[in-house]
């Protein structure tokens, strides 16, 4: 979906105003000094100023205080932009029936997450993990490790990152299913998944988080991966039950699993997690390769030279949907 | 290099004798009931079973007591097996300039190993070192990682293990150089590798052992790479002055580097490479995945049926050089 939007302008300026939730000044926005009047609100200024903003950039991504400030019926922002690929943080359900246009980082992020990836699954079948805590301990233990061309692996989500993670596993000639909402030419359908658990040596999440997916790894699937399984999730920490993940892990119905994302981020000091035997706790970096934020802001920068323009947007979510649908890309 | 080899049978039996170096009866020789006689020894009967054998299969390939016991002149195996790509260990000059034939494993690690170093790469790469330290320490530490696609890299052998390891590499998107002794369409000569080291993200040996490689990753090869460079050993030991890359990078001329070969293993408990900072020790396990010693098996019996069948051998290993010659592949 790509949309049209007229550019407004608020009562107190000529130009529009840009409302940036950011504790700081974001890099790259002085380029639009002259064009753009730029307001910095943080969470608790944000309610106050949201009725008063043409667009918003919701620069602190990590934060929830766009779903909790969204204003009721009455003055709003007509365009919002996050630099994140999920958008589960910021839609509230009076922000998904407003019509305010949400636009996301979609593109950015697919290649690192999916090297990252790529890097996990390596590390996995060759125990990385077992090898730097031998060294550790200044213990010489040969063992013998996977090799992963020709093993199997499922991606859930057939969104532009899921879609990377098989191009690149694939290029390590892992054998691939893709699993989506619905069937698509190279994408099987939702239904699909649980007989597909079964045959995989490598089952990686990337969905987005939605009403449809919250909590669709559970100890009902996690029951259905062969006990050689290792589960690795990069979408979003809720469509995990994490206790499932950790009994399943302790009770050795799977192998091994990598999470990079959690239910609460960043992870508590006290979470079970951080010492379960075969997981590894990364935190939230999948997709964050040098030169990240300098990235976000140019991708922002252009969408607002085709917003200036009264041009079509890309990367506008499917609010209802709580992603950006495929056939747009 | 194929050299067709006559059948010789030994004066005690009509049965060609197979002496086996290995302290155990191997997997998959019981195949060879009724077709030859086969015979075990350890490192101590060695010398004394040498002068009776037709054939030597060299299973315990770590050793190099071949090395000590071969026999001057007068009776010897016509043919030497070694289940390793590497035949530095059990190569003496006497063995070199007799007109035995030594054939070696190639082949079977190429792959496995060529995955193992891209595990390396992209585990450095996303410092997962860093992430399993911090979750030890239960330390939530964002940091940005390296994007791998469109770095560089220099492959140091141009055998079939350094070329696996390229074609790996590229598959992720990294721009990949070869050097190998001489110049040959896809590879560079020896005499190019310094200034390729300039330019290097990363530097992975899979090098022969040789008299003209021994030591080549010294102080000066070290002082020649990126400050950002990291460095992955997975031929042997022996081509790295180890002395000189714990300098290297306590010295931060390097960024990094992984071993999984050393002057001496196995590494002993109390030597200074075990907590090098940036330094990922891993105990000589690069090509073993499971399964390996079973097709090392097969790989010898199909080599044992074209000896008995007068057949020309393939992986014959040239001598003088110490590896078998490219153009043999």
Redesign the interface.
């Known amino acids: 979906m790509s949309v049209t939007l007229p550019v407004t302008s608020s009562a107190t300026s000529s130009l529009p105003v840009l409302l940036v939730l950011d504790a700081e000044p974001s890099p790259r926005l002085g380029a639009l000094a002259g064009r753009a009047d730029v307001r910095y609100a943080d969470e608790h200024t944000l309610a106050a100023e949201l009725p008063r903003a043409d667009a918003l950039l919701v620069w602190d991504f990590a934060s929830d205080a766009v779903r909790r400030a969204w204003p009721g019926p009455g003055p709003r922002p007509r365009w919002v932009h996050t630099p994140s690929a999920g958008v589960d943080r910021l839609l509230s359900p009076e922000f998904a029936a407003s019509d305010t246009v949400l636009t996301n980082a979609r593109g950015i992020f697919d ?2 997450i999916a ?2 990836v ?3 699954v ?2 996995m ?2 125990d ?2 077992g ?2 805590e ?2 550790r301990q ?12 020709g093993s199997r692996a499922v991606v859930v989500g057939a969104g532009p990152i899921g879609l990377a993670i098989a191009r ?1 596993l694939r ?2 000639g892992v054998r691939v299913d893709v699993t989506g909402r619905t069937a698509r030419p190279g994408v099987h359908g939702a239904e699909e998944l649980d007989e597909l658990l079964g045959h995989a040596d490598w089952v990686v999440c990337a969905a987005p988080l939605t009403g449809a997916t919250r909590g669709m790894f559970d100890a009902r699937r996690f029951a259905l991966m062969r006990p050689s399984a290792r589960f690795v999730n990069v979408g979003r920490g809720a469509l995990v039950v994490e206790d499932a993940l950790v009994t399943a892990l302790k009770g050795r119905r799977i192998a091994g699993a990598a999470l990079d994302v959690f239910e609460h ?3 508590d ?3 079970g997690l ?2 379960v035997p075969g997981l ?6 999948s997709g ?5 934020r300098e990235r976000l802001g140019e991708q922002f920068l252009d969408l607002f030279e085709l917003w200036m323009a009264g041009k079509p947007l890309p990367n506008v979510v499917d609010k209802k949907r709580g992603y950006v649908p495929s056939h747009d890309s």
């Open positions: 290649e690192p090297e990252y790529a890097g996990l390596l590390a079948a060759k990385l993990p090898t730097l031998l060294q200044r213990r010489w233990r040969h063992r013998e490790s996977l090799f992963v061309a690149t290029a390590l981020e960043p992870l000091p006290g979470s951080w010492d590894i706790v990364s935190p939230h970096m964050d390769t040098v030169g990240w």
